[in-house]
């Protein structure tokens, strides 16, 4: 009798190793035919500017090289009123703040 149970111990590992071969099998072909796959293509970003955005850039550039004012001409202004020869033209003075205050409130 312990010979029968010795014997069916060793058929039942010898069914349980041929088992996990076959799973082992199993893995292996699948591993080998994830990598033969092709692998998708990843997607790229891509990122597009409206006219208004690319216009609005050549301007900031342009902002950001020149010197904010000109120099020379507020040198002259300084002069021409320091010795009294600027003189303010009341008519266009008013007409310019007419349209700034309508083009800003209005």
Do not use: H, R
Not at 33 to 46: I, L, T, V, Y
Not at 81 to 97: F, H, M, P, R
């Amino acid at each position: 009798m312990v010979n029968q149970v010795n014997g069916s111990n060793q058929q039942a590992n010898a069914l349980t190793n041929a088992k996990q071969q076959q799973v082992d099998l199993k893995k292996d072909n699948a591993n080998t035919q994830a990598a033969q796959a092709p692998s998708p293509k990843a997607a790229s970003d891509s990122v597009s500017l409206t006219p208004q955005a690319q216009q609005l850039k050549t301007l900031q550039d342009k902002a950001q090289q020149s010197p904010g004012f000109d120099s020379d001409k507020v040198a002259e202004l300084k002069k021409a009123i320091t010795e009294g020869k600027y003189q303010v033209d009341s008519e266009k003075l008013a007409k310019n703040l007419a349209d700034f205050e309508f083009n800003v409130y209005g």
